[in-house]
């Protein structure tokens, strides 16, 4: 058997890191090896498995990346775009792999993330890390390729919790651009993200994006394809932020065994 892929978390004491924390320790083929909060964090020096209510694992959170990243084979990595670009870097350096679960990049930041894979890096960056809406993603494009835009309307609705700092979620962009690929054109250029006021009938071909925040939502996500007297609803709803995890934790064990790259999680599943 492999040794075990030693795995760097950062944002250890967050919803999402304390998650990751947790089914890294109850899985096989990985351990967590370093647990990182920014400086001034009120978690560091604290065990980070306790802080996930996943008992003692002798891993104290600390600021101290470039360490971390010294004894690591990997980074899981849901934080913020300027960190994960950062963070790109340092990993591109060191030839590790990252799975980027960051939602919010602007083109410039993936065109950092995207450099850093050609320094070395190998990088799985999706705006979400769950088979099921991977699986959605594939089902929405399948079915934009397959109703045309003269007869079908696009819409994408999402609902997350109050403190989502984001709009539209990574994950409605994904579902997105599959629906634009679908129907071979740029999501740039024919999604709508607002309507306000007096907007005008619909201009045919269009992806139009609507946002929902409230509540503890995890995450829910639906594809609507409207045509004249019919609608098809595709959707997920996310219960578990372990979901996101999981497949995080997948990518990671997946990637390990690539040449340096930038994936996708639709490549890590096989979809």
């Known amino acids: 058997m492999s040794e075990a892929m030693k795995l760097v978390i950062l944002g250890a004491a967050g919803r999402m890191g304390r998650t990751l924390v947790r089914v890294v320790k109850d899985s096989e083929g990985a351990k967590v090896v370093a647990a990182i909060e920014r400086e001034g964090s009120l978690a560091l ?12 694992l002798g891993v104290p959170v600390t600021s101290d990346l470039a360490k971390a990243l010294d004894a690591a084979d990997g980074v899981i990595d849901f934080t913020a775009p300027a960190l994960s670009v950062a963070v790109a870097r340092e990993t591109a350096r060191r030839g ?6 960051t939602t919010g990049c602007s083109a410039e930041d993936d065109a ?28 929405a494009e399948q079915a934009a390729r397959a109703l045309g835009p003269d007869a079908f309307d696009i819409e994408i609705l999402e609902m997350h919790h109050r403190h989502k700092v984001d709009a539209p979620s990574g994950t409605a962009l994904l579902l997105g651009q599959a629906a634009a690929e679908g129907r071979a054109v740029a999501l740039s250029e024919q999604s709508v993200r607002v309507r ?13 994006f609507a946002t929902l925040r409230g509540g503890s939502v995890v995450g829910d996500h639906q594809v609507i394809l409207a045509g004249e007297g019919e ?10 932020r372990a979901i996101f995890a999981r497949g995080a934790l997948r990518a990671a064990l997946w990637a390990r065994a690539q040449a340096p790259g930038l994936y996708s999680m639709r490549q890590v ?3």
């Open 45 to 56: 020096g604290a065990d980070c498995g306790e802080l996930a209510a996943s008992g003692h």
């Open 96 to 101: 590790l792999v990252h799975v980027i679960g």
């Open 112 to 139: 950092a993330i995207a450099q850093a894979t050609q320094a070395g890096a190998r990088i799985v960056k999706s705006g979400n890390m769950s088979l099921g809406v991977n699986l959605l993603a594939v089902l």
């Open 196 to 208: 306000d006021g007096h907007t005008g009938a619909r201009q045919a071909g269009t992806i139009g």
């Open 231 to 240: 609608r098809i609803e595709l959707g997920h709803r996310a219960e578990d």
């Open 269 to 271: 599943l096989g979809f």
